[in-house]
Each structure stands twice: as structure tokens, then as C-alpha cells.
């Protein structure tokens, strides 16, 4: 998924089990963020280095990667 605005909803990639699909985001502000079944929500704040900046999400086992993009 590439999001060229703020990403303030639920993106939900791989839905079908794909491990492999990424969240790409020019502004992350999402409620809700999920990989291949594994997902986050807003209830547990997103880190203040990815907050409203440019941001690509993967997954690394079990585990959401939140990483920031150099702009």
C-alpha cells in the first residue's frame, strides 16, 4: 500500500496471509495498521520518529517494523 496523503484510517495489507506486503505512508497518523494478520492500533501510540512523517511499515516474523523514511 502507498499512501500519498496522511494515512489517518486502517491500512491493511496482505490480507490473504502475504508476509511479504508493505505500508508506505508520506504522513503516518493511522488508526489502525495491520500486515498478514498481525496489526496495530492508535491504543498503543505510534513512536514520536514515525508520527506524521514519512514512514514504511513490514513485517519481520510476528512483528510490525515501524521505520522511518529519510525525505
Known amino acids: 500500500i502507498h499512501v500519498y496523503a496522511p494515512l489517518r484510517g486502517k491500512a491493511i495489507a496482505g490480507a490473504r496471509?502475504?508476509?511479504d506486503a508493505r505500508i508506505f505512508s508520506?504522513?503516518?497518523?493511522a488508526q489502525l495498521i495491520s500486515i498478514a494478520g498481525i496489526y496495530r492500533t492508535s491504543e498503543v501510540a505510534l513512536p514520536a520518529d514515525v508520527w506524521g512523517r514519512p514512514t514504511q511499515i513490514r513485517?519481520?516474523?510476528?512483528k510490525l517494523l515501524i521505520e522511518a523514511l529519510k525525505a
Open 17 to 19: 496471509g502475504n508476509g
Open 26 to 29: 508520506l504522513c503516518l497518523e
Open 59 to 62: 513485517l519481520a516474523g510476528e
